[in-house]
T-cell receptor, first 112, second 114 residues
């Protein structure tokens, strides 16, 4: 089966530093990966999508990479702030019409 | 525009009962996906409906079922509830055709089985 793994359950960093979260997938490369943010008691919120043929995507302080050789995506938050504290979820998807499968998430805590 | 609406927000049921959860997607979105979220297992895919047809199904027992109506609203039903069904049930909508698109999630229904 196609798995998506976020190896770190928790990541603690200081304000102003860059947070880097890792997402690994097994078997064949997904057509795309998505990243979401989830706050306690709320549904996930879509952040970024990166396709298999894209190396990098940016949105404001967020950057996502997709490395098909390492079977890995990295999610970076630069100049992190306490408000960035949340659980970040990685999800893999196939072509249109296939299910979006989520990793278990990494909980980021940014201290001031 | 209005987001994804899930009702009810909280539900307490007794083991053996059945429950129906509702999801109204964003206007124009034709795909609705359902997920079960628990602390130990994370977000687990239940099923996806597109244009009233079940397009994908996760690895859950037959007690879990769903449907989608012509206005794209969706319901999921769990029969013969077990204690282990206690979870946050999330639905997400997307445009659904071609894509890919980001999903828009509702706030979820917190189901507690006692």
């Amino acid at each position: 089966s196609q798995k998506i793994e976020q190896n770190s359950e928790a990541l603690n960093i200081q304000e102003g530093k860059t947070a880097t979260l890792t997402c690994n997938y097994t078997n064949y490369s997904p057509a795309y990966l998505q990243w979401y943010r989830q706050d306690p008691g709320r549904g996930p919120v879509f952040l970024l999508l990166i396709r298999e043929n894209e190396k990098e995507k940016r949105k404001e302080r967020l950057k996502v990479t997709f490395d098909t050789t390492l079977k890995q995506s990295l999610f970076h938050i630069t100049a992190s702030q306490p408000a960035d504290s949340a659980t970040y979820l990685c999800a893999r998807g196939g072509q249109a019409g296939t299910a979006l499968i989520f990793g278990k998430g990494t909980t980021l805590s940014v201290s001031s | 525009k209005a987001g994804v609406t899930q009702t009810p927000r909280y539900l307490i049921k007794t083991r053996g009962q059945q429950v129906t959860l509702s999801c109204s997607p964003i206007s124009g979105h034709r795909s609705v996906s359902w997920y079960q979220q628990t602390p130990g297992q994370g977000l687990q895919f239940l099923f996806e409906y597109f244009s009233e047809t079940q397009r994908n199904k996760g690895n859950f027992p037959g007690r879990f079922s769903g449907r989608q109506f012509s206005n794209s609203r969706s319901e999921m039903n769990v029969s013969t509830l077990e204690l282990g069904d206690s979870a946050l049930y999330l639905c997400a909508s997307s445009l659904g055709d071609r894509g890919p698109y980001g999903y828009t999630f509702g706030s979820g229904t917190r189901l507690t089985v006692v």
